[in-house]
């Protein structure tokens, strides 16, 4: 009886360990030679800026800053570091840039200037994100204090700006990066605003450089492939920085938009405002190719939704972002 007991306990358990030892090669053979636990993490994707798709340790927080582009505020400083340099119309037919850092914080930017109401539509999408500007005339400053969802660094009521005295004022204020961001508590991180990045989609056509301008100011993009960018002329000159040499973002897009006016005058006159929420056709260079295709932003708080001529996702190359409001 206990013999008949005992070789069945040891049939049982013959057949457990058969069991085991062909789970095992079953295992084996489908990871490739090597059974790996059920519970072993796999490995580990690299972080990514959602605004340049590079590498990064960290998703920081989102610093916004209103840089001049007149004449006067040329060479602009800090404009390398940024992951994307809005373009936006001003009075005039003149241009200035809202530009956006998180992924690099240069130690110094600049000139810094004064905000636009398009500005708050645009910096929607970034969450909370911190803003620096110079100010805004008497009614849309307290607009811009009441209703905008930003980290308010106005120069006025903010520590680390400065005026640098080897030029001429109002195209002389500059502002300490890291002062800035001491004070920017509680701003959004980086998030997904829309960008895709990856390989070239198809359809590209190879273009030596593109031209957008504005009543008073004019942009052309000029693919370099020593750059891997697309080096920027402004008004028929070479445009560079103070610290950061020729400006050449990897990517630039060209948004066509309407571009009504303002409810808060300047000057006297209403400014131009260009739409960010809408759609629209958007020309998107990248690798020394142009892609036409359509830009689509349904709200406030969402990101732009690039697609191509025929509806795939428009990709960016890695690296800094330029998108130029443009007149339709």
């Not at 849309?140 to 308010?152: H, S």
């Not at 830009?295 to 972002?321: D, E, I, K, L, Y």
Request: charged share 15%.
């Amino acid at each position: 009886m206990m013999w008949t007991r005992h070789k069945a306990v040891i049939t049982v358990a013959a057949v457990v360990i058969l069991a085991g030892l062909v789970t095992g090669a079953l295992l084996a053979f489908r990871g490739g030679g090597q059974a790996r636990p059920a519970s072993a993490p796999s490995h580990s994707q690299q972080l990514r800026s959602p605004f340049t798709g590079e590498p990064v340790p960290s998703l920081n927080r989102v610093l916004a800053v209103k840089i001049d582009n007149i004449v006067n505020a040329r060479p602009q400083t800090g404009l390398t570091h940024a992951d994307i340099v809005y373009v936006l119309p001003v009075e005039g037919g003149l241009s200035r840039f809202l530009a956006v850092f998180s992924s690099h914080d240069p130690p110094v930017i600049g000139p810094v200037r004064s905000a636009r109401e398009d500005d708050l539509q645009l910096l929607r999408q970034f969450g909370r994100p911190a803003f620096a500007y110079s100010g805004a005339t008497a009614t849309l400053l307290p607009y811009i204090q009441r209703t905008a969802r930003i980290v308010d660094l106005y120069a006025g009521t903010t520590r680390g700006y400065y005026r640098d005295n080897s030029r001429i004022a109002p195209y002389n204020l500059y502002a300490h990066t890291r002062v800035l961001l001491a004070q920017a508590h509680g701003a959004s991180k980086a998030r997904d605003i829309g960008f895709r990045f990856g390989p070239p989609p198809p359809g590209g056509k190879v273009t030596r450089s593109a031209s957008v301008a504005y009543p008073a100011a004019s942009f052309t993009f000029t693919w370099s492939s020593a750059k891997g960018g697309w080096l920027v002329s402004m008004d028929g000159a070479r445009a560079v920085t103070t610290d950061g040499g020729r400006l050449a973002p990897a990517t630039v897009v060209i948004q066509h938009t309407t571009v009504r006016t303002s409810r808060f005058l300047e000057y006297g006159k209403p400014p131009p405002y260009a739409e960010s929420v809408g759609s629209g056709t958007a020309l998107v260079l990248r690798n020394g190719q142009e892609w036409l295709g359509h830009w689509s932003r349904p709200t406030w708080n969402g990101g732009t939704t690039f697609t191509t001529a025929s509806g795939q996702r428009m990709t960016f190359a890695r690296g800094q972002v330029w998108v130029v409001l443009a007149y339709r």
